[in-house]
């Protein structure tokens, strides 16, 4: 199990926050997730051995945000 | 094909442009109304996108929303209304990331304050690399202009240096062997050798910079409620526009408040004055650890402080000296030499002052004999002297007249502690000595009453003398002397019941428990004491305890621009349901007041950035 930071661009809306971590929620292997406003950040436990950090950042892209870096 | 968010309104909204053209000078409607399509495929592509992928997870959002609108505008022939809503979306959006951005500026600025490049010295030789590689123990080499990348010491050379960035203050201070460094501050002039003491995250600046990062996110309880408020509210208007939809079969109705009524104004009115608000009070010096801490500390009702090293500096220091028959300054140089050899703290503030008034004296004492606990007996020059406390006095029987004992008891009265010097014989003088008040805790205690602050307190484990002279010095209302760390925890149990909300102030060196108990805990001095910046709640980096009042006076400030913003959020998303109701508002022009919100409550939180800054806010720093 690890915990990932992922910097999104600028969240602009709440209700993107919402979006991403519910998205993220019905993603197997993920733990727990939880996005931060302010910072535009994404931060998630994952299960290495299910679901891969590319998995989970595509997840996030799909919905439309890009991701600049990663912790 | 990606196009930024910048070239699609911009070019969503000329079709709408040429569109209109075509429209008033009646050329060509066919083609008027192709253009207006297109603007609304152009700004809407990007929106139904979104829609899609967050459908994929099963998530309705604004998105999903806005393109059933616009599809529905479509189908009944409204191309305005499609290309108009589509445009504001867009455009507000990007007007808003832009205005987002402002907000949480003062915080990536100072991200962007972090050192890039270390210069040590390997094998002999000046070497730069990255921060990151520096170990504890390089001696790092730092010239003007250039940024500390270590926290560390001093080994050789001296400089100004400018630590803004931590303390918050500009004006550079100047050190010298054996003077502390922290990274991210500045050298201005002067060159400087230091050794490495702490490096990469473990620095200061580094923490500083973690806190204040999680410190946004730290949700006020509005912002907790509001966003269970919402969770309720956005199914409700769902539920209310396929009423709507059954009852009058008015579907672009329908669809007009499932858009509009989007709570996003609401929603983001909170985080936004928060950041904005930690950001202000990063830049001076001020950490605040989170939303939840900014409202309870502009709710404090009680201060409860720590007297030595926060109300005063910590160091004891030469008040007054008074001789009779010599002249003052001999007397000063006398027990300063008769001292060299002492390590007591009461020698050392003598010996500071004496180098202070005369530069180094250079002159030892032919004998030095320590009496334990009394003071010592010296002899300079061939004349003996005894230097000490009134037991050392009594017991060698030198004689004390009645205008001395006068004197001298007064000086106890007010807290100090006075050192005798006697020629054997008669007593040529006293010394006092005591913990002297910050500088500017009095006008902090001035301020924070005038703040409306109910009752400001003194907890110390210092004597009932010592307390009574400072408290009435800087007109502290209660001072609760000789306790015990734990008898402050119970003291200020009492305040909390009967004051309301109470807040304790400490440099955290001692007062660990006390600062954990109360409501809320305040450090000062944080850069100094890593312990204490992570303890407490709010941390004031510097010493300057006046800083407190600013900090008591931005979290009013924010909680009060958060509840202008709350307010103004609720009227118009209120107004906004009445208006599509009663057939005012219509698709386009609800989607442009939504946006035009969203925009007001987020450069409402910009200005916070400004508190504190230039002539206006000292107004509003005194109020």
């Known amino acids: ?71 | 094909m990606r196009i930024s968010k910048g070239k699609r309104v911009a070019l969503s909204g000329i079709l709408i442009i040429i569109s209109f053209i075509l429209k008033n000078t009646a050329l060509d409607l066919m083609l008027a109304n192709i253009f207006m399509i297109a603007a609304a495929i152009v700004a809407g592509f990007p929106i139904m996108k979104n829609a899609i992928s967050a459908l994929r997870y099963k998530i309705v959002g604004i998105d999903a929303l806005v393109t059933l609108a616009v599809i529905g505008a479509l189908l009944i022939g409204e191309y305005w209304e499609a290309a108009a809503v589509t445009f504001l979306f867009m455009l507000g959006e990007y007007l808003e990331s832009k205005t987002l951005e402002k907000t949480r500026s003062s915080i990536k600025a100072l991200l962007d304050l972090a050192p890039d490049v270390s210069r040590v010295v390997r094998n002999g030789i000046e070497v730069e690399i990255s921060p990151d590689k520096v170990v504890k123990g390089d001696t790092v080499i730092v010239k003007p202009g250039e940024k500390i990348s270590v926290d560390g010491t001093i080994i050789e050379g001296n400089a100004y240096i400018n630590q803004s960035t931590i303390t918050g203050e500009s004006i550079p201070v100047d050190k010298g062997l054996e003077g502390t460094v922290y990274s991210g501050t500045i050298v201005e002039s002067g060159y400087l050798k230091i050794r490495a003491d702490r490096v990469g995250e473990d620095t200061t600046f580094a923490r500083i910079l973690e806190m204040v990062e999680e410190a946004q996110d730290k949700k006020a309880k509005t912002q907790k409620f509001l966003e269970k408020f919402s969770r309720y509210y956005t199914p409700s208007i769902i539920i209310l526009a396929i009423l709507l939809f059954l009852f009058t079969r008015d579907l672009v109705i329908s669809l007009t408040l499932l858009v509009i009524a989007c709570p996003g104004a609401l929603v983001i009115s909170t985080p936004v004055s928060i950041v904005a608000g930690i950001g202000n009070g990063a830049k001076h010096g001020v950490l605040i650890k989170g939303g939840d801490i900014m409202e309870r500390l502009g709710k404090i009702e009680v201060l409860a402080f720590d007297k030595t090293g926060t109300l005063t500096e910590g160091k004891p220091k030469v008040t007054r000296i008074k001789a009779f028959g010599i002249e003052e300054d001999e007397l000063l140089k006398i027990t300063a030499i008769g001292e060299t050899y002492s390590e007591h703290p009461l020698a050392r503030a003598i010996k500071l002052s004496a180098s202070e008034k005369f530069g180094s004296l250079n002159e030892e004492p032919e004998e030095s004999e320590i009496i334990t606990g009394e003071g010592l007996k010296v002899k300079i020059k061939g004349e003996d002297y005894l230097i000490g406390n009134r037991k050392l006095f009594t017991k060698s029987g030198i004689n004390i007249t009645e205008e001395e004992e006068v004197y001298v008891r007064a000086e106890e009265k007010h807290g100090q502690t006075v050192i005798f010097i006697s020629n054997l014989k008669n007593m040529l003088g006293a010394i006092s000595i005591a913990d002297t008040v910050r500088e500017d805790a009095k006008k902090l205690i001035k301020n924070l009453k005038s703040q409306g602050i109910k009752k400001v307190v003194m907890l110390t484990g210092d004597n009932e003398r010592a307390a009574a002279a400072i408290s009435e010095e800087l007109g502290i209302d209660e001072y609760y002397a000789e306790l015990l760390p734990e008898e402050k925890v119970e003291k200020l149990e009492i305040l909390q019941r009967k004051f309301g909300p109470t807040a304790m102030v400490g440099d955290g060196v001692n007062d660990a428990p006390a600062l954990a108990s109360a409501d809320l805990g305040i450090a000062i001095g944080g850069a100094s004491t890593q312990v204490a910046m992570e303890t407490a709640d709010v941390v004031l980096m510097s010493d300057e305890v006046k800083k407190l009042s600013y900090a008591i006076g931005l979290s009013r400030a924010t909680v009060k621009n958060m509840k202008q913003n709350i307010y103004f959020a609720i009227i118009v998303a209120a107004a906004l349901i009445i208006g599509v109701l009663g057939k005012v508002v219509f698709l386009s022009s609800g989607m442009l007041i939504h946006e035009l919100s969203v925009l007001l409550v987020i450069i409402n939180a910009v200005r916070l950035l400004g508190y504190g800054d230039k002539g206006k806010s000292k107004a509003q720093v005194s109020i």
Not at chain 1, 7 to 18: D, G, I, K, N, V
């Open chain 1, 1 to 71: 199990m690890i915990t990932k930071t992922y910097q999104l661009e600028t969240l602009t809306c709440p209700s993107c926050m919402a979006k991403i971590q519910g998205a993220l929620k019905k993603t197997e292997g993920v733990k727990e997730s939880e996005v931060l406003f302010n910072t535009s950040k994404a931060k998630v436990t994952f299960d290495e051995s299910v679901v891969e950090s590319k998995d989970i950042k595509n997840t996030i892209e799909r919905l439309g945000f890009e991701i600049l870096g990663e912790k």
